[in-house]
């Protein structure tokens, strides 16, 4: 019976054995990293609704969005968040935020309300907003650093007056919570009951206890964002002449399979012919490169030389990091003219840092001009563990680099420099040679 049965299940398989391929190649192409970061295992945007104040119609709340991505920062033009309320709440009034929308407010003859909208889109205030409408810790346009760089500024908070509720009914937590920073890619989890927060008030010398506290994550994957490669790396060494470009087409080409761009313009800095593109036109067609030359190698010491480069004409980056991964890093290591620590990893993997720009020097990277990209570099000395340093077989150059949280695409390590081979150093019969010239010379 069992004999009669293995048949009929391989005839039922075999009609299906191309979505069964099409399944083990989407399965093996997944990347991990989309969902889960082992660099940053905990990371997330977490956003606290906390109720702090009941009203006649509802309530006084407070909403906290931290950012407790290590190196994933929010950039200009910042965060929005959005919501979809439970009832018929309405905002009265707001301080540190805006709604993108009134909405129809006209049901309320004889007041003005902030927003009537049932899915209200929130952003941050400019840091020029006047003094009535501002809260602490609002106001910077929408940006919120990452948490191992900046934790002062790694979160916003605004107040709001909500209206429109039953005096009788309990609150109900807002649904469908969305957080864009800018653009999607952010799936947020449902509003959690929480452990209510305690405030510290009258100048740290009295606490006070909200009502009610809500909790969700948001967290980014790149699957979701869809978005192309941002970034690619290119290698060089002290001792090979050979350059590795970042590979061609590495963040996509608009010809078709992949191939070479053609590049119009008489200024270094070309273009694609008949379009408006911003970013430069290249073999990678990358927005940012990262190049990582190894410059010198001493006894105790070796050094390291690392320049970004931005191909964006229109565009510059104003809060930017890069995150390298290299086992070197568990050793000391000396950065010029770029902040830097060291970035907590998870399991076997191998050390990493993150680095960022000095304040008033080179905390923003340029724009492209007409000759050549906008540029960031550093010089890295990377004292040696002699059990573990080698310049063979590609270990001196990194596992992985990113580049504002995105991964940047790397070369095969088939292409990576290589150390001169052993049978270009002169052998013994060189030197005999040379040695038997120099002492006829010496004695002639």
């Known amino acids: 019976m069992e004999e009669q049965a293995r048949p009929r299940i391989m005839e039922l398989l075999i009609p299906h054995k191309e979505a069964l391929v099409l399944i083990l190649l989407l399965v093996e192409s997944w990347n991990l990293a989309d969902c889960y970061d082992p660099l940053d295992p905990n990371g997330n945007i977490t956003v606290t609704f906390d109720i702090f104040q009941w009203t006649q119609e509802g309530y006084m709340a407070r909403v906290t969005i931290q950012n407790y991505y290590q190196y994933r920062h929010v950039e200009i033009p910042g965060w929005s968040l959005g919501w979809t309320w439970a009832e018929q709440e309405v905002i009265e009034s707001m301080a540190g935020a805006l709604a993108t929308q009134q909405g129809d407010c006209s049901r309320y003859k004889y007041r003005t309300l902030h ?3 049932r899915d209200p ?15 602490a810790n609002c106001c910077h346009s929408g940006i919120l ?19 429109g509720l039953d005096p009788k009914a309990a609150p109900q937590k807002p649904q469908n919570l969305t957080f864009l920073a800018p653009g999607s890619g952010y799936t947020c989890g449902p509003f959690e009951v929480h452990t209510p927060t305690v405030f510290s008030v009258v100048e740290g010398r009295r606490e006070e206890q909200a009502f009610k506290t809500w909790k969700s994550a948001c967290t980014y994957s790149s699957f979701v964002a869809n978005n192309a490669p941002a970034c690619c790396v290119s290698l060089s060494t002290f001792y090979n002449p050979k350059i590795t470009p970042c590979s061609v087409c590495s963040c996509g080409c608009q010809a078709s399979g992949n191939e070479r761009p053609t590049c119009v313009g008489d200024s270094e800095m070309k273009r694609l012919p008949g379009d408006d593109n911003s970013v430069g036109c290249s073999d990678h067609m990358c927005p940012v490169r990262v190049h990582w030359h190894v410059k010198s190698n001493y006894i105790d010491y070796w050094k390291v030389k690392v320049t970004v480069s931005n191909y964006n004409f229109a565009s510059k980056f104003s809060n930017w990091n890069l995150v390298i991964q290299h086992p070197a890093f568990g050793q000391r290591t000396l950065s010029h003219s770029f902040n830097s620590t060291g970035l907590a990893t998870v399991g076997n993997m191998d050390e990493a840092a993150i680095f960022w720009g000095l304040e008033y020097y080179n905390k923003e990277l340029l724009q492209a001009g007409d000759k050549e990209p906008g540029s960031v570099m550093t010089e890295m000395v990377m004292h040696k563990d002699p059990e573990s340093f080698t310049l063979r077989n590609g270990w001196a150059f990194p596992r992985r680099v990113y580049f504002n949280a995105e991964i940047c695409e790397m ?21 005999l040679i040379f040695i038997l010239s120099f002492l006829i010379l010496l004695f002639h």
């Open 115 to 117: 927003c009537c909208k």
């Open 411 to 431: 070369p095969m390590p088939d292409d990576f420099p290589r150390l001169p081979n052993t049978s270009s150093r002169p052998s013994n019969a060189c030197y």
């Open 121 to 135: 889109v929130i952003i941050d205030l400019t840091p020029d907003a006047a003094p009535e409408n501002r809260t």
């Open 145 to 163: 650093s990452a948490w191992a760089i900046d934790q002062s500024t790694s979160f916003s908070s605004f107040i709001m007056v909500v209206g």
